[in-house]
T-cell receptor, first 113, second 110 residues
Framework: DGGITQSPKYLFRKEGQNVTLSCEQNLNHDAMYWYRQDPGQGLRLIYYSQIVNDFQKGDIAEGYSVSREKKESFPLTVTSAQKNPTAFYLC????????????FGPGTRLTVT | GENVEQHPSTLSVQEGDSAVIKCTYSDSASNYFPWYKQELGKRPQLIIDIRSNVGEKKDQRIAVTLNKTAKHFSLHITETQPEDSAVYFCAARAGTALIFGKGTTLSVSS
């Protein structure tokens, strides 16, 4: 799990501002994922990407955007259109070979006031 | 799409007792079912997983069972210890993405 990094650990923003969360992995994994975690809600899928320059919406993509210009990087932008952006955001990655295991980064806690 | 239900949402046991957490899934095509443990403020960590061609898997004090016909799977923790206290998530793989249950907060008191 040490091969996935997210920065920063804590992030504070004013309402109406866009903010970008970083996710980098050095595991040579093809697939990368973004989840949002709220108390009592589990982990909900925002976006995922299986290859460079391609990504798909998850269950709660509205108000978020992503890019996948490099295999090792999958940044998430929380836009001002996201109504309730305060949450814990987790990035994950997985090899597309026979491995099934999905590894998580340490997370970024975003607070918007 | 896939939907995963997890019960109970909270579970309190005495040290040494067993704990059981149950999940149901909706997509019969799902073929991979992992369980993650998350301690407060930390990332989820995989503790055990099972694939659809297996009915049961054990790893020391933890075991997972899968009933494909009924579309449910369970996590069993025996001889619980205070360090088992955490939030546990089940998940099912539908296509390339994992869909998670809402989590169970397990508290083990000594």
């Amino acid at each position: 799990d040490g091969g996935i990094t997210q920065s920063p650990k804590y992030l504070f923003r004013k309402e109406g501002q866009n903010v970008t969360l970083s996710c980098e992995q050095n595991l040579n994994h093809d697939a990368m994922y973004w989840y949002r975690q709220d108390p009592g809600q589990g982990l909900r899928l925002i976006y995922y990407s299986q290859i460079v320059n391609d990504f798909q919406k998850g269950d709660i993509a509205e108000g978020y955007s992503v890019s996948r210009e490099k295999k090792e990087s999958f940044p998430l932008t929380v836009t001002s259109a996201q109504k309730n952006p305060t949450a814990f955001y987790l990035c994950a990655s997985k090899a597309l070979s026979s491995s099934y295991e999905q590894y998580f980064g340490p997370g970024t806690r975003l607070t918007v006031t | 799409g896939e939907n995963v239900e997890q019960h109970p949402s909270t579970l309190s046991v005495q040290e040494g007792d067993s704990a059981v957490i149950k999940c149901t899934y909706s997509d019969s095509a799902s073929n991979y079912f992992p369980w993650y443990k998350q301690e407060l403020g930390k990332r989820p960590q995989l503790i055990i997983d099972i694939r659809s061609n297996v009915g049961e898997k054990k790893d020391q004090r933890i075991a997972v069972t899968l009933n494909k016909t009924a579309k449910h799977f369970s996590l069993h923790i025996t001889e619980t210890q205070p360090e088992d206290s955490a939030v546990y998530f089940c998940a099912a793989r539908a296509g390339t993405a994992l869909i998670f249950g809402k989590g169970t907060t397990l508290s083990v008191s000594s």
